[in-house]
């Protein structure tokens, strides 16, 4: 959290070329990875930590070399490991700003416990989700968000798994605050991550990347030139959710579900639009909003900040079980402890 005060903060101006790493970025040109490291470097100094109070942690995949990017603290760690690693980071050290780099095979099938879990303690972490629907370093094989349907090195006559919807199960296991952007739009990126920091508790951010080599244009339903307008809902609390190239599209709450409506026909008017508050506890509508999309009824994608509830965290309740362990234990040394009850000679 931005306002915590237990996470240093930098007595100098910091700029992008600070967080710069001297290590040569080996992603493949073209990846949506690149958008991605430079919203972190723009947004990095925008929070105000110092560079040391920052802590970069991956697992295993084209996400995970984050940390050699940043010129951060960081860890490499071991597949499906980041969020377990990088829980022990921050109860271990509350002073560190701890970003966790994964893909959706990283953090979704081998490593899928550990995301449920870091998630439902609602530990004050930020987690980038890079989904670019595939396993991209092993040489493209399906990942558990690939499509139904999609033909992949390990499923050449369609893999017949039903994928994740990552944000389902971020909300399904209590997340406390879920966004959604494209690789396409670093600007809006920044602004996500940026709210990501502000937030207490594990904040997950679902970056829909592009992989040019193994998936190319996966994503070019929503992000595609003659499809981003009409295909994206950019989500602002307090605004009402309008969206399309002429911008006379909205959403609605109708028959129990959200509908698209264009404003002006059949009596709809700007009043009739839903206004986000992502803010609001209840998950309710957050829920339908993360859900919908293009192949949904026609509606567009919600990208933005879709929930931001606040709820107590795990590591300031282990701080406050420790405070109070040591507030109120009669023993308050070593010497306390061997003189605590019956002793031996030996």
């Given amino acids: 959290m931005i306002d915590n005060n237990t996470i240093e903060k930098s007595h100098e101006d910091l700029s992008k070329q600070d967080f710069v790493s001297d290590q040569m970025v080996k992603w493949c040109p073209g990846c949506g990875a690149h958008a991605i490291l430079a919203s972190v470097a723009n947004v990095f100094p925008i929070i105000g930590y110092k560079k040391e109070s920052f802590c970069m942690v991956s697992g295993i995949g084209c996400s995970s070399r984050f940390p050699y990017y940043v010129n951060t603290y960081g860890i490499h760690g071991i597949h499906g490991r980041a969020n377990a690693i990088a829980s022990g980071v921050k109860i271990a050290n509350p002073h560190l700003s701890v970003w966790i780099a994964t893909g959706d095979g990283d953090s979704m099938a081998i490593g899928g416990n550990h995301f449920i879990h870091i998630i439902r303690r609602n530990i004050d972490v930020n987690i980038m989700l890079f989904n670019n629907q595939i396993y991209g370093l092993t040489k493209g094989q399906y990942s558990p968000t690939t499509p139904m349907g999609t033909v992949t090195k390990t499923s050449p006559q369609g893999t017949i798994e039903h994928p994740f919807n990552p944000a389902n199960l971020v909300l399904g296991a209590q997340g406390t605050f879920f966004a959604r952007v494209v690789d396409t739009r670093p600007t809006l990126m920044t602004e996500v991550m940026y709210e990501a920091a502000k937030h207490d508790g594990t ?11 193994f998936a190319d244009k996966v994503h070019d339903n929503i992000t595609s030139r003659e499809n981003k307008d009409d295909h994206q809902l950019v989500l602002k609390n307090g605004k009402a959710m309008i969206f399309g190239k002429d911008k006379n599209k909205g959403i609605i709450f109708k028959d129990s579900i959200l509908q698209a409506v264009t404003i002006g026909e059949n009596g709809y008017t700007i009043k009739d639009i839903l206004v986000h508050d992502q803010y609001q506890k209840d998950p309710g ?18 990208l933005g900040v879709i929930r931001s509830a606040a709820y107590p965290t795990y590591d300031d309740m282990v701080v406050e079980q420790i405070d109070y362990a040591k507030a109120n234990s009669p023993i308050k040394c070593v010497d306390d402890l061997l003189n605590s009850g019956d002793t031996w000679d030996i």
């Fill in 203 to 213: 904040s997950v951010v679902e970056i829909l990347q592009n992989c040019v080599i």
């Fill in 285 to 302: 509508i957050h829920r339908m909003l993360a859900r919908m999309s293009p192949n949904r009824g026609g509606l567009p994608i919600a």
